[in-house]
């Protein structure tokens, strides 16, 4: 009798520990760039916070990067559940969420549009429209911009003839560029090595974050100034995994995102002016724009946005526009 109570007992333990156990939940994440770019790796960071501050609770495996998911069915993976977490910009989502367009958009900081609720509004849509909660926007504090083989022509109005380039372009801005009256192509990261090489575009747009992993400062040696839009990079959760942790999971993720936030802003700005001296030090020339041109450049880039968004969806601008400066 002893002994039969002596295993019912020990039964009871096994079975309380591995549900002990079952309660750490495995998160499958992806990014959207290679593992070496410096997007991929400021997000390995925010899943190092993660991981240390969620054992036994919650825990991130990232399974890599385009190479699993490629970037234009990041947001359609996560929307059907394929995938759990997703380090993307809000640029790969347009057509999903056109809404995420003001993340780029606004020079806002994250901490700013959480106080003043634009973060519980442009979740909401998320929610509604792409089935994905917003954890965080990481990696701001820098924008992107223009880099091109030969030296770029000026402008009387100080700006640069953007009708001598082809440059490449992701979703984000192409509307932008073909504003300025440039022609477009857009195309993924990873295809834009070999259009330079073989001189099927003269120019890209990008950040300077991560620029030089991809190999092409080999062929831009110029860098067009001012930088335009905002880095709109995201950490999101499909909806109905995040609804299925417990309040204590939820915690460990919001604390985590909301602290590298700001971490990462500055890290940004940091890396970003480090990587530039980096790659003028290798040869690449700045080129800037000035006076009327240059204040052109700006209020276009802004405008396209703005208007992107109202004739996707103009639901919401008027009350994302407040939120959102």
């Known amino acids: 009798?002893?002994?039969?109570?002596?295993?019912?007992?020990?039964?009871?333990?096994?079975?309380?520990?591995?549900?002990?156990?079952?309660?750490?939940?495995?998160?499958?994440?992806?990014?959207?760039?290679?593992?070496?770019?410096?997007f991929a790796q400021s997000f390995l960071k925010f899943v190092a916070k993660v991981n240390e501050a969620g054992k036994g609770v919650v825990q991130i495996n990232v399974r890599g990067g385009p190479e699993v998911i490629p970037n234009p069915q990041l947001g359609t993976a996560q929307k059907s559940g394929l995938v759990d977490l997703v380090n993307a910009p809000a640029g790969l989502y347009l057509e999903m969420v056109p809404e995420g367009e003001v993340f780029s958009a606004s020079t806002a900081?994250?901490?700013?549009?959480?106080?003043?609720?634009?973060?519980?509004?442009?979740?909401s849509i998320y929610e509604?429209?792409?089935?994905?909660h917003l954890l965080a926007h990481i990696d701001a504090g820098t924008g992107f911009h223009i880099f091109t083989v030969n030296e770029p022509e000026m402008t009387p109005d100080g700006s640069i003839d953007?009708?001598?380039?082809?440059?490449?372009?992701s979703p984000l801005y192409r509307q932008f560029f073909e504003a300025l009256g440039t022609t477009v192509i857009v195309q993924n990261a990873g295809d834009v090595y070999t259009s330079l090489e073989r001189g099927v575009i003269n120019g890209n747009a990008y950040p300077i974050m991560g620029y030089a992993s991809f190999g092409w400062d080999k062929f831009t040696k110029y860098r067009v100034d001012p930088s335009f839009f905002q880095v709109d990079v995201l950490?999101?959760?499909?909806?109905?995994?995040?609804d299925s942790l417990s309040p204590e999971a939820q915690k460990i993720l919001n604390d985590a995102a909301i602290a590298y936030e700001r971490e990462s802003y500055d890290a940004m700005v940091a890396e970003t002016d480090r990587l530039a001296k980096v790659m003028i030090d290798g040869g690449q020339k700045v080129v800037e724009m000035t006076g009327a041109g240059r204040e052109k450049f700006l209020a276009t880039a802004a405008k396209a946005s703005w208007d992107r968004m109202a004739e996707r969806d103009p639901t919401n601008v008027e009350a994302l526009r407040k939120l959102f400066p």
């Open 162 to 169: 953007f009708s001598k380039l082809t440059l490449r372009s």
């Open 128 to 132: 509604k429209k792409g089935n994905a």
């Open 109 to 123: 900081k994250p901490w700013d549009v959480r106080a003043n609720g634009g973060w519980d509004l442009i979740n």
């Open 1 to 38: 009798m002893r002994y039969l109570k002596a295993l019912a007992f020990a039964a009871l333990l096994g079975g309380f520990a591995t549900a002990v156990h079952a309660e750490e939940v495995v998160l499958n994440a992806v990014h959207f760039t290679p593992a070496q770019n410096g």
């Open 235 to 242: 950490v999101s959760m499909n909806k109905a995994k995040w």
